[in-house]
């Protein structure tokens, strides 16, 4: 952390004791929880006589710019542990906290009328504590033990200046905006329901499409470069998964087993079952060697409910998976081609920003020391090759191999995980998966398990992030929107709708007898790229006018212009 | 049955009678149990000293043509129970089927040395079998009771001229040629593994590609007609099947529920629930009627293990699945609609034979009579103004609604379920799905359930047997194989097979060191459409030799040439 970091978060404990001071000041009955910085602020949890209101933060943050006004200094006081029980005789929350402490001696920090348990740094005076903005409330059970009472947390955000908060703020507003479970709902992207499960996703219409055109895309590049794409099922049987590992080391998150046929089978948590059953349903050669397989496969994990979380933390989703059955050897050129892979698609998305991370050999470990070794070298120097500078997560990797991970930066430069590439020694000797080498003896295969892009529900949670539900042409649900100023200009415009998709573009008409103004509201609410406007100018001379949704107007274009420059947009992805 | 089929029949079972015949000459303490006629032919169950073995077979035939020679009458002789008990006094089989007929009086039939309890009719005499084969012998349990003695049971076929019993052998031999899971394996098309599970199909690559590009086509003929396609959990809470129906009707074939944080979830047997649910995610007006909602969606059902049969008879399998939301007026058109998707889609495969058959109200029922009524005339209306004839199964609809069922004629004149459409006013009502009408009321939707393929499994089951594993060009997963004669040819036939692809065309090269004849042989057998050889001639036109799979040698073309013919061949789907 650098010493900017440390004032920073310095002042940010400091704005939750001027809170705190607030608090009192307007409850003096007040008992107080704890009260640190965080990430971007700070919060303090307290208890008090009733519930807090979003009205009540702006006055709270009025007190706290009257004790910044006031300048009052932080003043640090060692005491005995008696002298506190003494001061903090009505906060039992503070004499809880007093008594886990093992010292005799504890510290006190004073500003103006409030006092706390605290081993501090502080800022100098309450003057120094930048720019700061109360945000929001929520309740925190006490040391977060639910048997524990439900104590009120108020969040605030604060930097060293204005701008930056200003700046902070603004980015939040624009990220509540993309959210990607609030533009699932508006532009009918998915849902989730109580009734089906909790973290069990139903893809609708448009967002199927883009997730279709996705995978097309996935596929197309992958038939590209030698993978073969497979379909296994998403259940076997039980046995498997002990031999796999997967059930003594994974368990929390396996469903429970079925029954069948007096069987146990067990809802797949992973791909790799199936694509080792078609490596192994004849001999192989080492001539067949690299074998991709891949699979847009849907596996299913428990996660408790709590950490569920909108596309990116579900209970089923879709890996874009593949497996590699390669030699040692062929791990480094593989590798190097996995990434090559994920940076073209990634990038046709418009992603260019990558942390990548190499996890290596933790101290369980499958396999010898010098396939270890071998493997690790190739993905360093895999990664070396194209010139891609890494972070190293020593004895980060699984027990069965080491690994690379991905994280994107989207367009509001917050990271998501992306690609993993993850070399397996451990399920080949498990299932004995072996091909015959040009000695003609058996050699047990090196597994290489790879996404490009993660999963299809948390890569579409981004990428409705990335683009704020405005999806690039290529993949908008519908590209074109017809819309006649009036209803005799209905007519025409349901040709131009009928000849735009007999080209292969998707285009709708709004039909209803709204006003002009309106309709193109809704259809730039719903993100369309074209809008094709119709009255008796553009019937006159066979054409339309075209706004696009940000709000272009491009004016008057022949039908065979608008195609045209629709399926420029399309074909070069942009 | 008409009176040729009678007489058929007639002297199957009369052939029986002198198969039995001809076992007791070979075997003169066997001890026989039943022998009818069936479809194509007839068998007759024996308990014999010893297994049969395939090489008893010609012998038996040979004794069987010696009584034909003899032409010998089969004679009926009506004697008591009594003295029926005597002559079958060494035969425990006929005794048992003695003492269970009422009658006092029963029919014997004779022939030769022969003399079985049988009610006939029987040929006048063994001149008369006409042609027959024996084809095969297998275990069957007396009277199909596993705690009964296992006999031996051989089975033959028998038809009224040599040229049918020809016709019907090359039919069953070319049908034995084109069985898909003969040809799965040839074709590295798919697996079954015990250690997954009876039942659970994994598709290699080769399968996998014909499946996409079969989907794909699928996809895009549903976007054309207006159908959004989704994606729906795999699993659900139980209560939601419970609620369905499916819990108390189908029970039988549904898996064991999952335990998932105290609640039962079951993996899903059908794909209304989600669809259901994405429908009621928001309030629907009149205005979006019809809705039609599609999905590729793997279902799992359980089967008993010995009614799995390759792809048709499965565990988990994929319908090209949709579900009309509409009301009762909509019925006509959508269905109307259904079938001519259907018999487009099915036409490009080359199905143009169908039978149809509209199942009509059974004695249990949901919903009034009036919707019934409603419904079946409408189906009835669509086929009718359709032109196709069609048979009712009167009683035959599921408790929920009518139904219509489709099946098709492959090459070999097999029948195959193919399409169905189903109403259903259950769920609707089950699950209260409703749309605000134009009166602004709420009102109940009608549900269509259809399949155009009916499941991927078995339509490409149908399609490999079909098409005898040479699929049409657009489906084949090799298009073109590139034959170097020689070495000095491979760098040449690299070359064109980059072309080849950089065009989108699958291309391989075969570059083994093998002769010429052999690389062709290998490509028939895995009946590629287009083979290139390349030789000295060919690299010095910058051309090939085409030959088709078919043996067809259609000389040298350019390479252009190839593309366009390859192209041709993919666009027309033929």
Not at 245 to 253: A, D, K, L, P
Not at 306 to 316: K, Q, W
């Amino acid at each position: 952390m650098s010493n900017n970091d440390d004032r920073i978060q310095t002042a940010r404990h400091s704005a939750a004791h001027a809170m705190a001071e607030a608090v009192l000041a307007l409850f003096p009955d007040a008992k107080f929880g704890i009260g640190p910085s965080i990430e971007d602020g700070f919060y303090y949890d307290f208890d008090l006589p009733r519930p807090l209101t979003p009205d009540d933060l702006p006055i709270i943050e009025d007190v706290m710019r009257k004790i910044v006004a006031r300048d009052v200094p932080f003043a640090r006081r060692d005491v005995s542990k008696d002298e506190a029980r003494v001061l903090f005789a009505n906060q039992p929350y503070k004499l809880e906290l007093l008594e886990d402490l093992d010292e005799d001696q504890v510290t006190l920090y004073t500003q103006g009328s409030f006092t706390d348990l605290c081993r501090g740094p502080h800022v100098a005076s309450s003057g120094q504590l930048g720019a700061f903005k109360l945000t929001r409330t929520a309740g925190a059970y006490w040391r977060g033990d639910e048997s524990r009472p439900m104590l009120q947390r108020i969040y605030g955000v604060a930097f060293d200046t204005e701008e930056e908060l200003d700046a902070y703020l603004q980015k939040q507003a624009e990220a509540a905006k993309r959210d990607h479970r609030k533009l699932g709902r508006e532009l009918d992207l998915f849902s989730i329901h109580e009734e089906i499960g909790p973290g069990l996703v139903c893809w609708h219409p448009n967002g199927g499409l883009v997730r279709q055109l996705v995978e097309d895309f996935w596929k197309a590049e992958h038939h590209k470069r030698g993978y073969g794409i497979v379909y296994t099922p998403h259940i076997g049987k039980l046995e498997q998964w002990k031999k796999s590992g997967h059930w003594e080391f994974y368990r929390e998150n396996l469903y429970s087993p079925m029954d069948v046929d007096g069987q146990q089978y067990l809802l797949r948590p992973m791909n790799c079952l199936g694509h080792i059953m078609i490596f192994k349903s004849r001999l192989r050669s080492y001539r067949e060697l690299p074998l991709r397989l891949a699979e847009l496969g849907t596996v299913y994990r428990y996660e408790r409910g709590g950490v569920l979380y909108g596309l990116p933390r579900v209970r089923g989703f879709t890996q874009d998976d593949a497996h590699i059955f390669c030699t040692p050897e062929q791990i480094q050129p593989e590798v190097i081609d996995v990434i090559e892979l994920a940076r073209f698609m990634l990038a046709t998305f418009g992603f260019s920003e990558y942390q990548m991370v190499l996890s290596t050999r933790p101290d369980k470990y499958a396999g010898s020391l010098e396939v270890w070794e071998q493997a690790t070298a190739a993905l360093a120097a895999a990664l070396e090759s194209l010139g891609i500078s890494y972070e190293t997560d020593p004895g980060g990797g699984a027990f069965y191999g080491p690994k690379i991970d991905i994280k994107l930066s989207d367009a509001m430069g917050r990271w998501w995980q992306g690609p993993t590439i993850q070399v397996d020694f451990n399920l080949p000797q498990r299932f004995n998966v072996c091909y015959i080498g040009e000695d003609g003896g058996e050699h047990l295969v090196t597994m290489i398990h790879r996404t490009v892009l993660g999963s299809m529900e948390r890569f579409f949670a981004c990428l409705v992030e990335h683009y704020g539900g405005a999806f690039p042409v290529w993949l908008s649900p519908v590209q074109a929107r017809v819309i006649p100023i009036a209803d005799r200009h209905v007519e025409f415009a349901v040709k131009i709708e009928e000849t735009l998709r007999d080209s292969g573009i998707r285009a709708d008409v709004d039909e209803r007898s709204e006003r002009m103004t309106s309709k193109i509201r809704d259809a730039q609410m719903a993100k369309i790229p074209f809008m094709l406007v119709i009255g008796d100018k553009e019937i006159a001379s066979e054409g339309a006018s075209v706004r696009l949704r940000g709000g272009e107007d491009l004016g008057l274009h022949s039908i065979e212009d608008v195609q045209s420059q629709i399926r420029a947009a399309v074909k070069s992805k942009s």
